[in-house]
């Protein structure tokens, strides 16, 4: 089957046009990133190419995105003159091929160019290679003959030991660099941290697997955990849990889909970033993950926050939590006195009501309730993504 492709250019994601998009619609810019990538992509399937026509209904619900952030950041699209009135995007000319066939076409032609200087260097050094197989010995690659000889004529057999001690140096000196420069790439993780990491996969998904028997840290998978940990989830533990839920989730990686005979374990799922890579995009699970855990841009606020969402959790069930938190994000904190407000960015003004309605005094009192050795939060606001 063959596959259409279109360009997308690099620096695309902080592209300055698309932060004027996002500062002018006062939207996300992920979500401004995301609306241009599905505008791209209409653009290619259209015939002709390079005119829009989209659905920002069917843009929302696939990005899960609200109707009218994607309607306000497809307007400012056509303000900033990134598609004109006639629908066509005006870079579309500069930036793609008019068709495959074209697209072809300059890779064959690219792929020529790049290997006719490279075959005539290997052509000339076969055929010298051969001349000096033909004279009895292969001369060394050196500026001259003249020097070569003359060096060897003059070196003893201590020069020579020398030499391979030197060269035995040097061998074991690059080996400790690499194995520095592995250790600094992936410094010793906290067996605390890997401890954490092992408690939630047990509670996660080894305990669907083997009820009356939790997973081990043995030394091997010590030191993959470590190297996801740093590589893969950026030292983040809420990351780490989403990939267990996600594995937990999942029929397939359980061993419950009959006839495929195939169950994940531990030392699978930290093995290497690419088997991460499709846990995450959905490899195993259709893409049906559940929802990431609510957001927080505050650090300072990051373990508050967790301890907040655990309460809900135990009080009103994990099902609420994802229904109700999953579409929400601690932005910012302000202080005053000695107390301080916190800000959570919501969705859409129907979750943003149905949490005052219902949430609004737990959360409170949770935020309180963690932040009580700090600066106590006394108070939440609530705001949407549309006022944010």
């Not at 390079?50 to 843009?59: A, L, P, R, W, Y």
Request: one cysteine or more.
């Amino acid at each position: 089957m063959s596959i259409e492709w279109y360009r997308v250019y690099h620096g695309m994601p902080e592209d300055a046009k698309l932060k004027v998009i996002a500062k002018r619609s006062n939207q996300l810019m992920t979500h401004v990133v995301t609306v241009w990538l599905c505008v791209l992509d209409a653009a290619s399937r259209h015939n002709p190419r390079g005119v829009v026509k989209v659905d920002s209904e069917q843009i929302a619900v696939v990005q899960e995105i609200d109707q009218p952030i994607v309607e306000v950041i497809l307007r400012a699209f056509y303000k900033k003159g990134m598609i004109d009135q006639n629908h066509r995007l005006t870079g579309w000319d500069k930036r793609q091929y008019a068709t495959s066939t074209e697209r072809s076409q300059q890779h064959r032609a690219t792929r020529q160019q790049d290997a006719t200087p490279r075959n005539t260097v290997q052509r000339d050094a076969t055929q010298a290679n051969g001349q000096q197989r033909k004279n009895g010995k292969i001369r060394p690659d050196t500026d001259t003959d003249t020097d070569y000889r003359s060096d060897s004529d003059s070196r003893t057999d201590s020069d020579a030991e020398a030499d391979q001690e030197s060269n035995s140096d040097k061998k074991n000196r690059t080996r400790a660099e690499k194995r520095g420069s592995g250790r600094e790439k992936h410094p010793a993780c906290g067996k605390q941290i890997l401890e954490q990491m092992l408690d939630i996969w047990n509670a996660e998904v080894q305990s669907k697997l083997t009820p009356d028997q939790n997973a081990k840290l043995t030394a091997k998978r010590q030191e993959q955990m470590a190297r996801r940990w740093l590589d893969d989830f950026q030292q983040d533990m809420r990351a780490w849990k989403h990939y267990c839920e996600i594995i937990g989730a999942s029929e397939f990686c359980l061993g419950r889909i009959p006839g495929k005979g195939w169950t994940i374990d531990l030392s699978w799922a930290v093995e290497s970033s690419e088997h991460a890579a499709r846990i995450l995009e959905g490899g195993f699970s259709g893409g049906k993950h559940p929802p990431k855990p609510p957001g927080c841009e505050v650090p300072a606020l990051q373990q508050a926050w967790d301890g907040v969402l655990d309460a809900f959790q135990k009080k009103h069930g994990k099902a609420a939590c994802r229904s109700w938190l999953s579409r929400i994000s601690l932005i910012r904190v302000l202080k005053y006195g000695d107390g301080a407000v916190v800000t959570l960015r919501c969705a859409s003004k129907f979750i943003q009501d149905w949490i005052t309605q219902h949430y609004l005094d737990d959360l409170t009192r949770w935020f309180a309730e963690a932040t009580r050795h700090d600066t106590q939060v006394s108070r939440i606001e609530l705001i949407t993504e549309a006022s944010a």
